[in-house]
T-cell receptor, first 113, second 111 residues
Framework: EPEVTQTPSHQVTQMGQEVILRCVPISNHLYFYWYRQILGQKVEFLVSFYNNEISEKSEIFDDQFSVERPDGSNFTLKIRSTKLEDSAMYFC???????????FGEGSRLTVL | SQQGEEDPQALSIQEGENATMNCSYKTSINNLQWYRQNSGRGLVHLILIRSNEREKHSGRLRVTLDTSKKSSSLLITASRAADTASYFCATVFIGGDKLIFGTGTRLQVFP
């Protein structure tokens, strides 16, 4: 069964460092998302991406965050200068429609020291 | 905030019992979805109910939707220890193209 894959599964970084989280969405999907979850609590929307551009972003997704689809398969989330409060689980998801079922990856745990 | 609220926050039951989780939301929706998350893992889609539907079944899952009360419930019948997980409702608001997740219910099923 097709699945969304994310790398790395866990990354530890120093405050102020840049981090890139990678995702390979399901191949025929057109809508891509990043969510984050702090300490197993609420799942927060960060950004949605469609047709090679951001379609919507939350207040969390400030200038320190960016997304890119550098080729036909990868979808990346970059955090330019990490803060302690960026420590969280980051989930990538994809969908074949903007309003249907989302398929999630297993997440990338980011720890900022 | 558009985020939904779920209750209870945590629920502990014995195997074989039914588990009911409730979700309330604030704005008119296109659809409402339920997801499951095992500890430390990704979210898995369980069921989607559209705004013009009132009830939907999938195996041991039954979902109801009351758009007049802006609420939904997820019933898991004949629960098993393997049902232990967190359950989240998520809504797609009219005109939107993203899912907004509720606060989640942690379900523990004791064997």
């Amino acid at each position: 069964e097709p699945e969304v894959t994310q790398t790395p599964s866990h990354q530890v970084t120093q405050m102020g460092q840049e981090v890139i989280l990678r995702c390979v969405p399901i191949s025929n999907h057109l809508y891509f998302y990043w969510y984050r979850q702090i300490l197993g609590q609420k799942v927060e929307f960060l950004v949605s991406f469609y047709n090679n551009e951001i379609s919507e972003k939350s207040e969390i997704f400030d200038d320190q965050f960016s997304v890119e689809r550098p080729d036909g398969s990868n979808f990346t989330l970059k955090i330019r200068s990490t803060k302690l409060e960026d420590s969280a689980m980051y989930f990538c998801a994809s969908s074949d429609s903007g309003i249907g079922e989302l398929f999630f990856g297993e997440g990338s745990r980011l720890t900022v020291l | 905030s558009q985020q939904g609220e779920e209750d209870p926050q945590a629920l502990s039951i014995q195997e074989g019992e039914n588990a009911t989780m409730n979700c309330s939301y604030k704005t008119s929706i296109n659809n409402l979805q339920w997801y499951r998350q095992n500890s430390g893992r990704g979210l898995v889609h369980l069921i989607l109910i559209r705004s013009n539907e009132r009830e939907k079944h999938s195996g041991r899952l039954r979902v109801t939707l009351d758009t007049s009360k802006k609420s939904s419930s997820l019933l898991i019948t004949a629960s098993r220890a393997a049902d232990t997980a967190s359950y989240f409702c998520a809504t797609v608001f009219i005109g939107g193209d993203k899912l907004i997740f509720g606060t989640g219910t942690r379900l523990q099923v004791f064997p």
